[in-house]
Protein backbone atom coordinates (compact mmCIF):
# COMPACT_ATOMS: atom_id res chain seq x y z
CA UNK A 1 0.00 0.00 0.00
CA UNK A 2 1.18 3.12 -0.59
CA UNK A 3 2.24 5.64 2.55
CA UNK A 4 -0.73 6.71 4.35
CA UNK A 5 -1.58 10.49 4.41
CA UNK A 6 -1.14 12.22 7.26
CA UNK A 7 -3.27 14.68 8.66
CA UNK A 8 -3.40 17.76 11.48
CA UNK A 9 -1.91 16.80 14.49
CA UNK A 10 -0.52 13.17 13.09
CA UNK A 11 2.27 11.75 13.14
CA UNK A 12 3.83 8.60 11.00
CA UNK A 13 5.17 5.59 12.58
CA UNK A 14 7.07 3.01 11.30
CA UNK A 15 5.33 -0.06 12.61
CA UNK A 16 7.73 -2.60 14.98
CA UNK A 17 4.80 -4.39 16.03
CA UNK A 18 0.91 -4.44 16.04
CA UNK A 19 -1.94 -6.22 18.45
CA UNK A 20 -5.21 -6.61 17.22
CA UNK A 21 -8.26 -7.79 18.37
CA UNK A 22 -9.95 -10.87 17.03
CA UNK A 23 -13.32 -9.55 16.46
CA UNK A 24 -12.14 -6.36 15.07
CA UNK A 25 -13.19 -7.58 11.41
CA UNK A 26 -16.69 -7.32 12.03
CA UNK A 27 -17.24 -3.68 13.42
CA UNK A 28 -18.43 -1.03 11.15
CA UNK A 29 -15.35 1.08 11.75
CA UNK A 30 -13.45 -1.30 9.79
CA UNK A 31 -15.05 -0.86 6.32
CA UNK A 32 -16.53 3.02 6.52
CA UNK A 33 -15.24 5.81 7.83
CA UNK A 34 -16.96 8.61 10.37
CA UNK A 35 -19.37 9.55 7.82
CA UNK A 36 -20.69 5.85 6.78
CA UNK A 37 -18.47 6.30 3.52
CA UNK A 38 -16.90 2.87 2.30
CA UNK A 39 -12.96 3.01 3.05
CA UNK A 40 -11.50 -0.21 2.04
CA UNK A 41 -9.28 -1.87 1.41
CA UNK A 42 -8.74 -1.52 5.22
CA UNK A 43 -6.06 -2.35 7.41
CA UNK A 44 -6.67 -3.56 10.77
CA UNK A 45 -4.97 -4.04 14.28
CA UNK A 46 -5.30 -1.08 16.09
CA UNK A 47 -2.34 -1.48 18.86
CA UNK A 48 0.86 0.13 17.81
CA UNK A 49 4.48 0.04 18.97
CA UNK A 50 6.88 1.30 16.58
CA UNK A 51 9.29 4.71 15.30
CA UNK A 52 8.55 8.19 14.21
CA UNK A 53 8.93 8.55 10.93
CA UNK A 54 8.08 11.78 10.30
CA UNK A 55 5.86 14.61 12.41
CA UNK A 56 3.18 16.20 10.73
CA UNK A 57 3.41 20.13 10.36
CA UNK A 58 1.95 21.93 13.64
CA UNK A 59 2.17 18.38 15.52
CA UNK A 60 3.91 18.53 18.83
CA UNK A 61 5.10 16.63 21.49
CA UNK A 62 7.16 13.86 19.53
CA UNK A 63 10.58 14.33 17.10
CA UNK A 64 11.27 11.73 14.27
CA UNK A 65 13.28 8.71 16.03
CA UNK A 66 10.98 8.03 18.64
CA UNK A 67 10.06 4.99 20.11
CA UNK A 68 5.81 5.10 21.14
CA UNK A 69 3.08 2.78 21.30
CA UNK A 70 -0.40 3.56 21.58
CA UNK A 71 -3.79 3.26 20.23
CA UNK A 72 -5.02 3.88 16.56
CA UNK A 73 -8.74 5.50 15.42
CA UNK A 74 -11.08 2.39 14.57
CA UNK A 75 -12.78 4.72 11.62
CA UNK A 76 -8.83 4.69 10.16
CA UNK A 77 -5.90 1.83 8.88
CA UNK A 78 -4.58 0.38 11.46
CA UNK A 79 -1.49 -1.16 12.54
CA UNK A 80 -0.73 -4.07 10.21
CA UNK A 81 1.41 -2.56 7.69
CA UNK A 82 4.77 -1.19 7.81
CA UNK A 83 3.30 2.74 8.16
CA UNK A 84 0.67 3.77 9.95
CA UNK A 85 -0.44 7.81 10.51
CA UNK A 86 -1.71 8.48 14.30
CA UNK A 87 -3.03 10.92 15.95
CA UNK A 88 -0.03 12.56 18.47
CA UNK A 89 -1.98 12.77 21.05
CA UNK A 90 -3.17 8.77 20.91
CA UNK A 91 0.51 7.95 21.38
CA UNK A 92 3.20 8.03 24.72
CA UNK A 93 6.74 7.35 24.45
CA UNK A 94 7.65 3.87 25.35
CA UNK A 95 10.78 3.03 28.33
CA UNK A 96 14.02 2.07 26.76
CA UNK A 97 13.34 -1.47 28.57
CA UNK A 98 10.08 -2.25 27.30
CA UNK A 99 10.27 -4.03 23.35
CA UNK A 100 7.72 -3.35 20.92
CA UNK A 101 6.49 -6.39 20.98
CA UNK A 102 5.15 -6.50 24.69
CA UNK A 103 4.50 -2.59 23.98
CA UNK A 104 2.10 -3.70 21.10
CA UNK A 105 0.19 -5.92 23.83
CA UNK A 106 -0.86 -3.15 25.85
CA UNK A 107 -2.37 -0.23 24.82
CA UNK A 108 -6.15 -1.40 23.93
CA UNK A 109 -6.14 -3.77 26.86
CA UNK A 110 -3.85 -2.09 29.23
CA UNK A 111 -6.17 1.27 28.76
CA UNK A 112 -9.59 -1.11 29.17
CA UNK A 113 -8.74 -2.49 32.42
CA UNK A 114 -7.49 0.91 33.57
CA UNK A 115 -10.54 2.40 32.31
CA UNK A 116 -12.61 -0.18 33.54
CA UNK A 117 -11.54 -0.74 37.32
CA UNK A 118 -10.59 2.75 38.06
CA UNK A 119 -12.94 5.23 35.82
CA UNK A 120 -15.96 3.16 35.57
CA UNK A 121 -15.92 0.75 38.83
CA UNK A 122 -14.24 3.49 40.96
CA UNK A 123 -11.97 0.71 42.21
CA UNK A 124 -10.07 1.53 45.78
CA UNK A 125 -7.97 -0.34 47.86
CA UNK A 126 -9.43 -2.40 50.29
CA UNK A 127 -12.62 -3.58 47.96
CA UNK A 128 -13.12 -6.94 46.74
CA UNK A 129 -13.12 -7.35 42.66
CA UNK A 130 -14.35 -10.22 40.32
CA UNK A 131 -12.15 -9.86 36.75
CA UNK A 132 -14.17 -12.52 34.63
CA UNK A 133 -11.83 -14.06 31.78
CA UNK A 134 -9.01 -13.28 33.74
CA UNK A 135 -6.67 -15.15 31.37
CA UNK A 136 -6.90 -12.79 28.25
CA UNK A 137 -5.14 -9.93 26.97
CA UNK A 138 -7.42 -7.91 28.99
CA UNK A 139 -7.81 -9.76 32.31
CA UNK A 140 -4.67 -10.65 32.65
CA UNK A 141 -3.44 -6.67 32.89
CA UNK A 142 -7.00 -6.06 35.21
CA UNK A 143 -5.61 -8.75 37.87
CA UNK A 144 -2.14 -7.08 38.16
CA UNK A 145 -3.27 -3.17 38.06
CA UNK A 146 -6.41 -3.86 40.68
CA UNK A 147 -3.93 -6.25 42.85
CA UNK A 148 -1.29 -3.25 42.78
CA UNK A 149 -4.35 -0.64 44.01
CA UNK A 150 -4.73 -2.82 46.72
CA UNK A 151 -7.47 -4.76 46.21
CA UNK A 152 -8.93 -8.29 46.66
CA UNK A 153 -9.07 -10.08 43.06
CA UNK A 154 -10.74 -13.04 42.28
CA UNK A 155 -10.63 -14.36 38.80
CA UNK A 156 -12.58 -16.33 36.60
CA UNK A 157 -11.85 -18.05 33.57
CA UNK A 158 -11.18 -21.42 32.13
CA UNK A 159 -9.17 -23.81 34.10
CA UNK A 160 -6.14 -23.92 31.76
CA UNK A 161 -5.39 -20.34 32.91
CA UNK A 162 -5.17 -20.91 36.47
CA UNK A 163 -1.49 -20.87 37.10
CA UNK A 164 -0.94 -17.50 34.74
CA UNK A 165 -3.95 -15.71 36.75
CA UNK A 166 -2.86 -16.52 39.97
CA UNK A 167 0.94 -15.72 39.23
CA UNK A 168 -0.29 -12.18 38.19
CA UNK A 169 -1.48 -11.69 41.56
CA UNK A 170 -4.98 -12.95 41.62
CA UNK A 171 -5.73 -14.29 45.29
CA UNK A 172 -8.29 -16.91 44.23
CA UNK A 173 -9.50 -18.53 40.99
CA UNK A 174 -13.18 -19.84 39.92
CA UNK A 175 -12.33 -22.46 36.96
CA UNK A 176 -15.64 -22.14 34.76
CA UNK A 177 -15.68 -25.18 33.65
CA UNK A 178 -16.17 -26.90 36.95
CA UNK A 179 -17.01 -24.39 39.23
CA UNK A 180 -20.27 -22.56 39.36
CA UNK A 181 -20.16 -19.16 39.70
CA UNK A 182 -23.18 -18.05 41.75
CA UNK A 183 -21.89 -20.57 44.32
CA UNK A 184 -18.55 -19.90 44.40
CA UNK A 185 -17.81 -16.24 44.78
CA UNK A 186 -19.89 -14.56 47.58
CA UNK A 187 -20.92 -9.93 47.66
CA UNK A 188 -18.03 -8.31 46.16
CA UNK A 189 -17.69 -4.44 45.51
CA UNK A 190 -16.93 -4.27 41.65
CA UNK A 191 -17.33 -7.13 39.02
CA UNK A 192 -15.21 -6.39 35.72
CA UNK A 193 -16.30 -8.40 32.89
CA UNK A 194 -14.96 -9.48 29.74
CA UNK A 195 -16.82 -12.87 28.74
CA UNK A 196 -20.60 -10.92 29.19
CA UNK A 197 -23.49 -14.03 28.09
CA UNK A 198 -25.22 -15.39 30.95
CA UNK A 199 -21.83 -14.75 33.42
CA UNK A 200 -22.70 -11.47 33.13
CA UNK A 201 -26.49 -11.69 33.76
CA UNK A 202 -25.72 -13.44 36.97
CA UNK A 203 -22.79 -11.25 37.79
CA UNK A 204 -25.85 -8.36 39.20
CA UNK A 205 -26.84 -10.01 42.30
CA UNK A 206 -23.26 -10.55 43.70
CA UNK A 207 -22.54 -6.62 43.77
CA UNK A 208 -22.74 -5.54 47.00
CA UNK A 209 -24.68 -1.75 47.60
CA UNK A 210 -22.77 0.84 46.16
CA UNK A 211 -20.55 -1.14 44.17
CA UNK A 212 -20.34 -1.59 39.91
CA UNK A 213 -20.70 -4.39 37.34
CA UNK A 214 -18.89 -3.02 34.37
CA UNK A 215 -18.78 -5.12 30.95
CA UNK A 216 -16.92 -4.30 27.62
CA UNK A 217 -19.01 -7.07 25.81
CA UNK A 218 -22.40 -5.42 26.50
CA UNK A 219 -25.16 -3.67 28.37
CA UNK A 220 -25.25 -5.37 31.73
CA UNK A 221 -28.88 -6.87 31.19
CA UNK A 222 -29.41 -6.61 34.77
CA UNK A 223 -28.28 -3.88 37.26
CA UNK A 224 -26.93 -4.42 40.81
CA UNK A 225 -29.57 -3.36 43.39
CA UNK A 226 -28.71 0.21 45.10
CA UNK A 227 -25.15 -0.36 42.94
CA UNK A 228 -24.26 0.54 39.38
CA UNK A 229 -24.24 -0.88 35.73
CA UNK A 230 -21.72 0.27 32.78
CA UNK A 231 -20.75 -0.67 29.68
CA UNK A 232 -18.12 0.98 28.10
CA UNK A 233 -15.90 1.55 24.59
CA UNK A 234 -12.65 1.94 25.55
CA UNK A 235 -10.92 5.77 24.54
CA UNK A 236 -7.90 6.35 23.80
CA UNK A 237 -5.65 8.89 26.62
CA UNK A 238 -2.05 9.52 26.62
CA UNK A 239 -1.88 9.92 30.39
CA UNK A 240 -2.94 6.42 30.85
CA UNK A 241 -0.81 4.95 28.45
CA UNK A 242 1.90 6.80 29.74
CA UNK A 243 1.44 5.36 33.38
CA UNK A 244 1.15 1.77 31.36
CA UNK A 245 4.14 2.72 30.50
CA UNK A 246 5.75 3.51 32.96
CA UNK A 247 4.84 0.35 34.98
CA UNK A 248 5.81 -1.84 32.22
CA UNK A 249 9.25 -0.23 32.12
CA UNK A 250 9.86 -0.77 35.55
CA UNK A 251 8.57 -4.58 35.02
CA UNK A 252 5.45 -4.11 37.48
CA UNK A 253 3.01 -4.62 34.74
CA UNK A 254 3.09 -7.83 32.15
CA UNK A 255 1.26 -7.74 29.19
CA UNK A 256 0.50 -11.40 28.15
CA UNK A 257 1.90 -12.34 24.70
CA UNK A 258 0.13 -15.78 23.58
CA UNK A 259 1.63 -15.81 20.03
CA UNK A 260 3.86 -13.79 17.58
CA UNK A 261 3.28 -13.60 13.63
CA UNK A 262 5.35 -11.98 11.04
CA UNK A 263 3.14 -9.54 9.08
CA UNK A 264 2.56 -11.75 6.29
CA UNK A 265 0.98 -14.23 8.42
CA UNK A 266 -1.58 -11.91 9.44
CA UNK A 267 -4.64 -13.82 8.17
CA UNK A 268 -3.23 -17.14 10.46
CA UNK A 269 -3.09 -14.60 13.45
CA UNK A 270 -6.52 -13.91 13.02
CA UNK A 271 -7.92 -17.08 12.49
CA UNK A 272 -5.60 -18.81 15.68
CA UNK A 273 -6.97 -16.23 17.77
CA UNK A 274 -10.31 -16.78 17.11
CA UNK A 275 -9.54 -20.84 18.42
CA UNK A 276 -8.83 -18.79 21.82
CA UNK A 277 -5.37 -18.34 22.14
CA UNK A 278 -4.49 -16.87 25.88
CA UNK A 279 -3.31 -13.41 26.18
CA UNK A 280 -2.70 -11.38 23.03
CA UNK A 281 -1.18 -12.08 19.76
CA UNK A 282 1.26 -9.72 18.31
CA UNK A 283 2.41 -8.84 14.61
CA UNK A 284 5.80 -8.26 14.20
CA UNK A 285 6.82 -5.79 11.31
Known sequence: M??????????????????????????????????????????????????????????????????????????????????????????????????????????????????????????????????????????VLAVQLARQAGAHVIGTGRGRVVDLVMKMGAHEFVDLETQRFADAVGPVDLVFDTIGGELLEQSAGKVKAGGALVSITAPPPVRPENGRAAFFIVEPDRGQLAELARRAGTGELRAHVGAVHPLDETREAFQGKKRSIPGKVVLEI
Open 2 to 139: PLPQMATGDVLVRVRAAGFVPDELDWPGTWVDRAGRDRTPSVPAHDVAGEVAEVRYGTTGFAVGDRVFGLTDWHRDGAAAEYVAVEARNLAGMPPSLSFTDAAALPLSGLTAWQGLFVHGRLEAGQTVVVHGAGGGTG
